[in-house]
């Protein structure tokens, strides 16, 4: 299957303070990328759609000015979570569509996050 | 009714049987479907992807699609402790290459 990497794979911020998360297609390239989060023992939840050059598309109830996506290249989208509150804290995942054979999803192993 | 559905378990099933889990979905026009695996704590994984009604066999997993019922199913042979995780159905919608999802079967293998 094809790679994706996703980094920090944890990381504990303060409250008020911003966390950048990057995703990474290692050996195809996603024009289109997803990011998701979790919560324990919860269904995953879509919160936006990167595409590779325009603006990210988010999930209804999705604030666009907390969670900055930027989809620089073909094969690297970041999320940046500003003035992190301790509600943010949840399990964030990347994923990428390979095009060929058939918009295959991949995803990263996920950036667990804790807001203090 | 929900686009994708899955039974969400637990499954308990006997180590070595056969583990049956199955997902039905609401858009008839729908045609390319997939199951990940996701461990606790874990992200998912792509374990099959199944585009033709029939059935699709990868080593000890399975997939089955009909189309006519709107029915895919994966069935796990000779089921391990270690295949203890839950499944999760995927069907993909072609208008924004997003998955639509279930909500998982946690399956349990017993030892």
């Keep these: 299957g094809a790679v994706v990497s996703q980094h920090p794979s944890?990381?504990?911020?303060?409250?008020g303070t911003s966390v950048k998360i990057e995703c990474r297609?290692?050996?195809?390239?996603?024009?289109t990328m997803f990011w998701y989060r979790q919560f324990p023992k919860k269904s995953l939840m879509l919160m936006a759609t990167s595409n590779?050059?325009?603006?990210?598309?988010y999930e209804q109830g999705v604030e666009k000015d907390k969670f900055l996506i930027n989809h620089a290249s073909l094969t690297l989208s970041t999320l940046t979570v500003t003035?992190?509150?301790?509600?943010?804290?949840?399990?964030?995942?990347?994923s990428a569509n390979r095009r060929e054979p058939n918009y295959e999803q991949y995803f990263g192993p996920g950036t667990r996050l804790t807001v203090t | 009714q929900k686009e994708v559905e899955q039974n969400s378990g637990p499954l308990s099933?006997?180590?070595?049987?056969?583990?049956?889990?199955?997902?039905?979905?609401?858009?008839?026009g729908s045609q390319s479907?997939?199951?990940y695996r996701q461990y606790s704590g874990?992200?998912?994984?792509?374990?099959?992807s199944i585009y033709s009604n029939g059935d699709k066999e990868d080593g000890r997993f399975t997939a089955q699609l009909n189309k006519a019922s709107q029915y895919v199913s994966l069935l796990i042979r000779d089921s391990q402790p270690s295949d203890s995780a839950t499944y999760l159905c995927a069907v993909f919608r072609d208008s924004n290459?997003?998955?639509?999802?279930?909500?998982?079967?946690?399956?349990?293998?017993?030892?």
Excluded at chain 1, 52 to 57: L, Q, V
Excluded at chain 1, 83 to 94: G, M, T, V
Aim: overall charge neutral; glycine content about 6%.
């Design chain 1, 10 to 15: 944890r990381v504990i911020c303060k409250s």
């Design chain 1, 25 to 31: 297609s290692l050996d195809f390239q996603a024009t």
């Design chain 1, 52 to 57: 590779e050059g325009s603006k990210a598309t």
């Design chain 1, 83 to 94: 003035s992190a509150h301790p509600e943010d804290s949840s399990f964030y995942i990347c």
């Design chain 2, 13 to 28: 099933v006997p180590e070595g049987a056969i583990a049956s889990l199955n997902c039905t979905y609401s858009d008839r």
């Design chain 2, 33 to 35: 479907f997939f199951w």
């Design chain 2, 42 to 48: 874990k992200s998912p994984e792509l374990i099959m």
């Design chain 2, 97 to 111: 290459y997003q998955l639509i999802w279930g909500a998982g079967t946690k399956l349990i293998i017993k030892p």
